[in-house]
Nanobody, 129 residues
Framework: QVRLVESGGGSAQAGGSLRLSCTVS??????????IGWFRQIPGSERVYVAG??????????ADSVKGRFTISRDNDNLDNLVHLQMNSLNPDDTALYYC??????????????????WGQGTQVTVSS
């Protein structure tokens, strides 16, 4: 059974930092090849892409709203894939429920949201001014 579990959410002051982690377990399709993305959603709005990273980290992408402030990285050394999202210079607009998701296979482009097959339950990030 494939599981994605987010951690590291919480509260921060504007200008502060948080580090989110996504632990992936149970995924063995495509010899484990996958692309991991982070998304966020606020109540009443659609879930939007934040950042993503390919299996070996050669391909990364960021939404314009987080470029230069957020950094995505991954650690494939463990049996469980571990992906981090370092969030710096936070502002109240970053307040949202953050999800990680997995798109199976090898990717030479960033997957569309519809191509992510597995999703975590989300972790809340709240930034106060």
């Amino acid at each position: 059974q494939v599981r994605l579990v987010e951690s590291g959410g919480g509260s921060a002051q504007a200008g502060g930092s948080l580090r989110l982690s996504c632990t992936v377990s149970g995924y063995t399709d495509n010899a484990g090849a996958n692309y991991i993305g982070w998304f966020r959603q606020i109540p009443g709005s659609e879930r939007v892409y934040v950042a993503g990273i390919s299996m070996r980290g050669m391909l990364t992408g960021y939404a314009d709203s987080v470029k230069g402030r957020f950094t995505i990285s991954r650690d494939n050394d463990n049996l469980d894939n571990l992906v981090h999202l370092q969030m710096n210079s936070l502002n109240p607009d970053d307040t949202a429920l953050y999800y990680c998701a997995l798109a199976p296979g090898h990717w030479s482009r960033h997957p569309f949201q519809s191509e992510y097959k597995y999703w975590g339950q989300g972790t809340q990030v709240t930034v106060s001014s």
